[in-house]
Each structure stands twice: as structure tokens, then as C-alpha cells.
């Protein structure tokens, strides 16, 4: 069985978005989410995250330890019974076994048979309890490189939904999009919270592969084309670290090549990293 990590990690990927969205926000109609005082792009998170579960998803198909907690679908406390169900007791409404042992046992389990819980944490004290996870890997909101520019563009259908709109010659419809956008993510790794929840190496490796890998079984008509383009590993040879997050985060640039016209592809873009300026027991991946 794989260990448990030993180090801390951080990393940058660098997605891009093509006649899409990347991110819809259903308080504006599911126009790409936007920073209303710089008109910078933005995205979730929880976006990110939906797409590395489909991910693992995918590849794992069910294999023991890599059930998918948050699912489509899914019933939260029904995947919590499954730990109490392995142990052979009954759950209280609302509440953990008063023997701490018990309650640990059920924690251990969930983390053990859901990548996400492992992975990101949750909190499960609901009507059925499995208590809290805080997840050793996190993601930041994405940040779009330069502004973007939604737009809304008109579509028609020429079916229609009732029989009462026969008479019609075709349905109208919208979708919103950004003709192009660079995203930077930035994330985190921690080897100290990784302990506590069982993420193992194999698990590290399968987020990397993920975070490269994710856009291209993830393609629908309203995200456009999105692709992974680069992503930045800092591994610390420690696991409380040998330099702070933001100093290496600030090491990776993207800049545009041409300031006169928009970017219209990633190749408008010059992505690089002062690797001259890492610091002393870090090591830079590129993948």
C-alpha cells in the first residue's frame, strides 16, 4: 500500500477557455463569473474540484478506496451508513459514538473509501454522523490573465419543446461565452493535514495526473474548448515547508506577447518561471 506523503507541496496550473464558459454563475443568468471591479474572469474552486472527482472517477471506475463522495445524485447520509453499516453499529441521530474509538473508526473508514474526503475534506455531521475531515489539498479561486469579455450570443433550434408551438418555425435561445481566457489556479498540498486523512503518494500522483488530464473528458457544448495547458509542482523537502506559498506562487509569470490586439490563444501568451530565484530545499516539477 502507498505511504502517506512526506512533504508540502504547492502548485499553479494554467487552464484556458475558447468559445466558452468556464464557469457559470446562476445568480447572473450563468454568465461567466467576473470580478465586477476589474472585469478580470473568475472561477470556483468548487469548480475545479467537480472536475477532478468526474476525473478519478473515470480512470478509478468504482475501485476500492476511490468511490466518489460528492456525486451527482448522491445521498450524503446513505455514504455515511456505509461506515456504520462495516462496523456493525447503529447510528444516532445527529451524532458520533460516545467511545472515541468507534468515532475515529468511523471517520478512518469514509476517508479511507472516498478519494474526495481524503482529498479535500468535508464536513458530515448530519442527521446520519461521520464527523469532519480537513482536507490536505485545497484550491484558490482562478484568476483569468487579462479581462475578459463575455458575450451572449444568440442560438435558434429548429424543434420546440410543447405541441402548442408547432406553429413556429424554430426555438431561440442564448449562450454565453468568452471568445478566449487564461485561467491561473494556485493550490496546496499539506503533508501534516495528509496524515490525518490517510493521502497517500498513489493519491498524489493521481491528483497531478487529474489536474493535466481533466478538461479533455469534461468537453460540452457550453464550456467550449478548455484545455490544460501548464502546471508548476514547488515540492518542499520538508513537510512543514522551506519557503512560504506566496513567494513561490509570485515566481510564475504569464504575460502577453503582444499588448496592441486581445489573446485569441494560448500562444499569445509567454508562461514561464524564475528558476533562478526558487528558494534552498525546494524543487520545481513541470508537467
Not at 512533504?7 to 496550473?13: I, K
Not at 502577453?256 to 494560448?266: G, H, I, L, M, Q
Amino acid at each position: 500500500m502507498s505511504e502517506v506523503i512526506q512533504n508540502r507541496y504547492e502548485f499553479v496550473l494554467f487552464y484556458d477557455v475558447e468559445n466558452g464558459n468556464p464557469n457559470g454563475d446562476p445568480d447572473a443568468g450563468n454568465m461567466p463569473r467576473i470580478d465586477p471591479e476589474t472585469g478580470f474572469g473568475i472561477a470556483t474552486d468548487v469548480c475545479l474540484k467537480r472536475k477532478i472527482r468526474n476525473y478519478v472517477d473515470i480512470v478509478k471506475e468504482g475501485a476500492d478506496g476511490y468511490d466518489i463522495y460528492v456525486r451527482e445524485g448522491g445521498v450524503l447520509n446513505l455514504q455515511h451508513k456505509k461506515a456504520y453499516d462495516h462496523l456493525g453499529i447503529k447510528p444516532e441521530s445527529k451524532k458520533l459514538p460516545k467511545d472515541k474509538e468507534l468515532a475515529r473508526q468511523i471517520t478512518e473508514f469514509l476517508c479511507s473509501t472516498f478519494f474526495d474526503i481524503r482529498t479535500f475534506g468535508a464536513v458530515m455531521t448530519n442527521e446520519v454522523n461521520g464527523g469532519q475531515v480537513q482536507g490536505p489539498v485545497q484550491l484558490a479561486f482562478s484568476r483569468s490573465i487579462d479581462p475578459i469579455v463575455p458575450q451572449e450570443i444568440t442560438i435558434t433550434r429548429m424543434a420546440v419543446t410543447n405541441e402548442r408551438d408547432l406553429e413556429k418555425e424554430r426555438a431561440m435561445g442564448r449562450k454565453h461565452i468568452i471568445p478566449y481566457g487564461l485561467y491561473k489556479v494556485e493550490g496546496f498540498v499539506s503533508a501534516h493535514l495528509a496524515k490525518k486523512a490517510g493521502f497517500t503518494e498513489a493519491d498524489l500522483q493521481l491528483l497531478w495526473d487529474a489536474l493535466t488530464n481533466m478538461f479533455d473528458h469534461d468537453h460540452s457544448a457550453a464550456r467550449g474548448k478548455m484545455s490544460s495547458r501548464k502546471l508548476y509542482i514547488f515540492k518542499h523537502e520538508s513537510a512543514l515547508g522551506n519557503a512560504p506559498a506566496y513567494q513561490l506562487f509570485d515566481l510564475v509569470k504569464a504575460t502577453k506577447k503582444d499588448e496592441t490586439r486581445p489573446a485569441r490563444s494560448f500562444y499569445d501568451y509567454h508562461v514561464d518561471i524564475e528558476r533562478d530565484k526558487i528558494p534552498a530545499g525546494v524543487t520545481m516539477i513541470e508537467k
